[in-house]
T-cell receptor, first 112, second 112 residues
Framework: DSGVTQTPKHLITATGQRVTLRCSPR?????VYWYQQSLDQGLQFLIQ???????AKGNILERFSAQQFPDLHSELNLSSLELGDSALYFC???????????FGPGTRLTVL | TQLLEQSPQFLSIQEGENLTVYCNSS?????LQWYRQEPGEGPVLLVT?????EVKKLKRLTFQFGDARKDSSLHITAAQPGDTGLYLC????????????FGSGTQLTVLP
């Protein structure tokens, strides 16, 4: 158990809908990273927040957004969902050292 | 775009055999991590290497970081069925120390 929690575990929705994925970091971790993992693309970095501020952006679509709240939990919002958005979404958190990331159990999103 | 190439992509061996997985890039890593992921779960951090030529051991697993910090290897001695999983290397490149680029992974199956 990494100490990182993600909810929900599974999410099934329809195309065009909007969903919110939630991540709670390990105690004391200030950085939150979001990743998408699909069979054909592997693990892709989406976005990073550090202590409430956006720090880095990766391959994140404009339909996706994220935020980190004062209590350091983070949410990833996915809108106008398409079939191709079906994937595992992971968050990872890191402490001050910031070079070691600890992953949550993931949210499996299925878009029908 | 900084790429991490992992090989082999798939590996199926008998219990008791040894194996090596490779991770290569044309760019220099500021640090490199190895993760192990089981189906439907998040990647679990195995080791972080930061110094060129560094060797770290974790029971039957030996991790080596190349002298030039562009490559790494994971060697497993006397593999066991419990070693089965997806092994991922992830590198932080100089200049983007907080972002990790993941390799495509090596799916290891150890047959009893």
């Amino acid at each position: 158990d990494s100490g990182v929690t993600q909810t929900p575990k599974h999410l099934i929705t329809a195309t065009g809908q909007r969903v919110t994925l939630r991540c709670s970091p390990r105690s004391g971790d200030l950085s939150v990273y979001w990743y998408q993992q699909s069979l054909d693309q592997g693990l892709q970095f989406l976005i990073q927040y550090y202590n409430g501020e956006e720090r880095a952006k990766g391959n994140i679509l404009e339909r996706f957004s994220a935020q980190q709240f004062p209590d350091l939990h983070s949410e990833l919002n996915l809108s106008s969902l398409e079939l191709g958005d079906s994937a595992l979404y992971f968050c990872a958190t890191a402490g001050l050292a910031d070079n070691e990331q600890f992953f949550g159990p993931g949210t499996r999103l299925t878009v029908l | 775009t900084q790429l991490l190439e992992q090989s082999p992509q798939f590996l199926s061996i008998q219990e008791g055999e040894n194996l090596t997985v490779y991770c290569n890039s044309s760019s220099v890593f500021s640090s490199l991590q190895w993760y192990r992921q089981e189906p439907g779960e998040g990647p679990v951090l195995l080791v972080t290497v930061v110094t060129g030529g560094e060797v770290k051991k974790l029971k039957r697993l030996t991790f080596q970081f190349g002298d030039a910090r562009k490559d790494s290897s994971l060697h497993i001695t006397a593999a066991q069925p419990g070693d089965t999983g997806l092994y991922l290397c992830a590198g932080a490149f100089s200049g983007s120390a907080r972002q990790l680029t993941f390799g495509s992974g090596t799916q290891l199956t150890v047959l009893p």
